[in-house]
């Protein structure tokens, strides 16, 4: 599991989501969520993260679930022609919004192993160009590359910015 707070400084959030919570947003997506992506909602979410990326909680001001639901129906309004991409065309009703980068409109995807011994994936839908990156291992990996160097930043993301800021107005502590 990814050492969130090597990247992200100490969590902020004190309190896990309660287990209803993640309940709920998991029997919506139909699956367990993987585990590095519940500890960064845990210790960080409800927050922006390097500037622009939103980070919703299932408690939050903008609640997880809601905000996967919203997010969900605008990703398949809009990327509707990449439905049937290789990547993606096995998983497409299953891609699970994760964050929104709000500088661009890009949005952050969790994407479901198509067996049951694959690992989820995650995937950047650019807004502009307009493509889907699908990138090998999941949430910690790739804030670990877009942090540390590697893969650097998503193409027309601004660097440079704090790494972890508390939504304004957030319910959490």
Same mark, same amino acid.
């Given at each position: 599991m990814t050492d969130?707070?090597?990247l992200l400084g100490p969590a902020e959030r004190f309190r896990p989501a309660?287990?209803?919570?993640w309940q709920e947003v998991e029997a919506w997506v139909g699956a367990e969520l993987p585990s590095d992506y519940k500890a960064l909602v845990d210790g960080y979410g409800d927050a922006v993260l390097l500037g622009h990326l939103f980070l919703p909680h299932p408690q939050g #001001? @903008?609640?997880? +679930?809601t905000f996967m639901q919203e997010e969900q129906d605008h990703f398949h309004h809009a990327y509707d022609h990449h439905r049937d991409s290789p990547a993606l065309a096995?998983?497409?009703?299953?891609?699970v919004p994760w964050?929104?980068?709000?500088?661009? #409109? @890009?949005?952050? +995807?969790?994407?479901?192993?198509i067996d049951?011994?694959?690992a989820w994936a995650v995937a950047v839908a650019f807004r502009?160009?307009?493509?889907?990156?699908?990138?090998?291992?999941?949430?910690?990996d790739f804030l670990t590359a877009v942090l540390r160097g590697g893969r650097g930043l998503p193409a027309g993301w601004p660097g440079?910015?704090?790494?972890?800021?508390?939504a304004e107005g957030s319910p959490l502590i």
């Open positions: 969130f707070s090597a309660a287990p209803a919570s #001001g @903008d609640p997880l +679930l096995l998983v497409w009703d299953r891609l964050a929104y980068h709000d500088w661009n #409109g @890009d949005v952050c +995807l969790l994407v479901p192993p049951d011994e694959g502009q160009c307009p493509r889907i990156d699908v990138l090998k291992g999941g949430v910690g440079g910015l704090q790494r972890w800021q508390s």
